[in-house]
């Protein structure tokens, strides 16, 4: 690959067993402190790229923050998020692991005296990697090979992978009955998983005007079961999975100057290509009907009439 298609990648984590679950998949690992901020970089089999990997701790905000630093100083192709995330449907099974085709962000609202409207946004990631990520990990097993559970390869069975809707907030959910939960089935149905981080990663990708992904392990049900399954090794389990997807995904990566909406050099943008040419508005009307479109996609989310 030449020096022209070899802009590195970023995986952002936000605990420690995604960061190490990660750290496993790299190669020629050496490290670099930037603005305080620790970094890992190395390489992951099959791809040449340099991958940069950083903690950026749990929430959208530390996510956003971290993302535009690591922008502005590595300049990547792309940024992935890599972690677990809870469960929200019930063919999703532990381990499974969760490619984001949309992005909730649920945590927007309206509060009047009887009554909470919501007022979400909403993004798609890059299509490029969405379709990277396909290409890698539903057309074909070989990526599960690539699966490290504490340094070693783990027996069947294999874990699926799902192309969904996440929903990204502040909140851990370990409920089955509480009003949140209830508020996923009401108005984010398709989503399949929540989690903490990927909101961040989507507005700084918006106005940052660089490729975003997100992948995730499903390590809970979110349904109150949260501490028997984390005490099960859920989250080690779940980590290990998402890392190893990121990885085939790093592997299958094309040259940058393919991928849609990447500069051919950096600091050079291509006119209508470029997601800082992207816009996510988020208009709501009287109906509590909140439109959310961005690159010319619109996602209409129905809140309570007021």
């Known amino acids: ?178 009003r949140l939960r209830e508020r996923f089935m009401r108005e984010y149905n398709d989503a399949v998983a929540v989690e903490m981080e990927s909101a961040g990663l989507a507005t700084a990708a918006v106005l940052g005007g660089f490729e975003m992904l997100t992948i995730r392990g499903i390590s809970d049900r979110a349904d109150g079961s949260k501490a028997s399954a984390d005490g099960g090794g859920g989250q080690q389990i779940a980590a290990a999975h998402a890392a190893a997807a990121a990885a085939a995904v790093i592997a299958a990566l094309p040259a940058d100057e393919e991928l849609a909406g990447t500069p051919e050099e950096a600091g050079t943008e291509r006119p209508g290509s470029h997601p800082r040419n992207m816009k996510q508005i988020n208009r709501a009307d009287r109906r509590g009907v909140v439109n959310a479109v961005q690159g010319g996609n619109q996602t209409v989310t129905h809140g309570l009439p007021e």
């Open 1 to 178: 690959m030449s020096e022209k298609s070899s802009r590195p990648v970023v995986l952002l984590t936000a605990i420690g067993l995604e960061y190490r679950a990660v750290s496993a998949q790299l190669g020629e690992v050496r490290g670099l402190t930037h603005e305080g901020t620790r970094y890992d970089i190395g390489s992951v089999e099959g791809s040449a790229r340099q991958v940069v990997l950083a903690q950026a701790g749990p929430g959208n905000v530390r996510t956003a923050v971290l993302a535009e630093q690591m922008r502005m100083r590595f300049k990547p192709c792309a940024i992935l998020f890599v972690g677990v995330a809870g469960s929200l449907k019930a063919d999703v099974e532990l381990g499974d692991v969760v490619v984001a085709d949309k992005i909730y962000a649920y945590d927007g609202s309206k509060h009047v005296a009887d009554a909470e409207f919501a007022r979400p946004a909403a993004w798609e990631p890059s299509h490029a990697l969405l379709q990277t990520a396909r290409h890698a990990l539903e057309r074909g097993a070989g990526w599960r090979e690539r699966i490290l559970v504490d340094g070693l390869r783990p027996a069947c069975p294999w874990p699926e992978v799902h192309f969904k809707p996440v929903a990204a907030g502040e909140t851990v959910l370990d409920s089955a009955t509480s």
